[in-house]
């Protein structure tokens, strides 16, 4: 018996948005799930160090008059052809402004997740996933176009602030074209209209 050709496709694509609510739902732990280069990256929850240290930079921000610092959102950036290519949750952040009622708009209809473009900088502190922060994160807000980001290195014992984003043709090549870097503990410059960062909270006690 002759087999009957197949003209559907097997497998529709699938949304990342709704990959990682399927993912969370499956479980047993809670996670913080992203998607970052096409792949689901799944992350248990930071301890009290890793969490207190992002308090802290964020409320040194604020204290220097940054508006709009905060900790929690997630952000998505679109693909070329329409869809997702990333879905990001920076430890903590500044935005360009207050979401407006078109921000909301694209949240709600993103199931949750804000426009990358609101990001003017976003901070990640390593944890167990330190690779992804700095090696797959530090791409996709360099191919997102997002000015200023933020990483401290707790293994490394090393704070770093990146600026200039060069996104390029290839989103796996982005980078930043400027870096400063100081050992954690002290003071990291930022570029202007930032303060320096003192690191120090984010030293193991």
């Not at 709009?68 to 920076?90: E, M, Q, S």
Request: charged share 20%; glycine share 10%.
């Amino acid at each position: 018996m002759a087999a009957v050709p197949v003209t559907e496709p097997m497998n529709e694509p699938q949304d990342p948005i709704d990959l990682l609510v399927a993912l969370q739902r499956a479980s047993h732990a809670p996670l913080r799930a992203e998607y970052i280069e096409g792949l689901p990256v799944l992350t248990p929850p930071a301890d009290h160090h890793h969490n207190a240290g992002a308090f802290q930079l964020t409320v040194q921000l604020t204290s220097a008059g940054v508006g709009f610092a905060g900790l929690g959102n997630g952000y998505c950036a679109g693909a070329r052809d329409g869809g997702v290519r990333t879905l990001v949750i920076p430890d903590f952040y500044v935005t360009r402004r207050e979401p407006t009622e078109l921000d909301e708009a694209y949240r709600r209809a993103h199931k949750g997740w804000y426009s990358i473009e609101l990001l003017a900088l976003a901070g990640e502190i390593t944890s167990t996933n330190h690779e992804t922060d700095t090696g797959s994160k530090y791409r996709a807000y360099a191919a997102a176009g997002v000015p200023v980001h933020v990483v401290v290195h707790r293994q490394e014992k090393k704070a770093y602030a990146f600026s200039g984003p060069v996104p390029g043709e290839d989103p796996a090549g982005a980078r930043y074209a400027t870096r400063a870097e100081v050992d954690l503990g002290r003071r990291l410059p930022l570029p202007a209209p930032y303060p320096e960062l003192d690191t120090a909270p984010l030293l193991e006690g």
